[in-house]
């Protein structure tokens, strides 16, 4: 969430944002989307609600050299606080390391 100099007083402003990260197994997709605990599964219409949702690109969109690998997830941060979405994000990406590492959640 970001507050805009200027003048403009206590407004706020959603952000969105895409971030590519190492290629996720479906199992991990589903351990990081199940798990989270602020930001629902769904797209952004321009709401306050901060949501998360897997993305594909469409084969037919110009990327250098073809298609992304890996796993893009489209973030759609809300009006809650900055430090309480980080730590549901951060606890997503801590339960796909804990897959990997073969080790299981307590």
């Given at each position: 969430?970001?507050?805009?100099?200027?003048?403009?007083?206590?407004?706020?402003?959603?952000?969105?944002?895409?971030?590519?990260?190492?290629?996720?197994?479906?199992?991990?997709?589903?351990?990081?989307?199940?798990?989270?605990?602020?930001?629902?599964?769904?797209?952004?219409?321009?709401?306050?609600?901060?949501?998360?949702?897997?993305?594909?690109?469409?084969?037919?969109?110009?990327?250098?050299?073809?298609?992304?690998e890996?796993?893009?997830?489209?973030i759609?941060?809300?009006?809650?606080?900055?430090?309480?979405?980080?730590?549901?994000?951060?606890?997503?990406?801590?339960?796909?390391?804990?897959?990997?590492?073969?080790?299981?959640?307590?």
């Amino acid at each position: 969430v970001v507050g805009l100099a200027g003048g403009l007083g206590g407004f706020v402003l959603p952000i969105m944002f895409g971030a590519l990260l190492d290629p996720m197994s479906a199992s991990e997709r589903a351990a990081f989307f199940n798990g989270l605990e602020l930001f629902q599964l769904g797209s952004s219409w321009g709401g306050f609600e901060s949501l998360a949702v897997p993305a594909w690109p469409a084969p037919i969109r110009d990327f250098p050299n073809g298609e992304a690998e890996g796993a893009l997830i489209r973030i759609h941060a809300g009006l809650e606080a900055p430090d309480d979405l980080i730590a549901d994000l951060d606890a997503a990406f801590g339960r796909v390391r804990m897959m990997r590492s073969g080790k299981r959640a307590s």
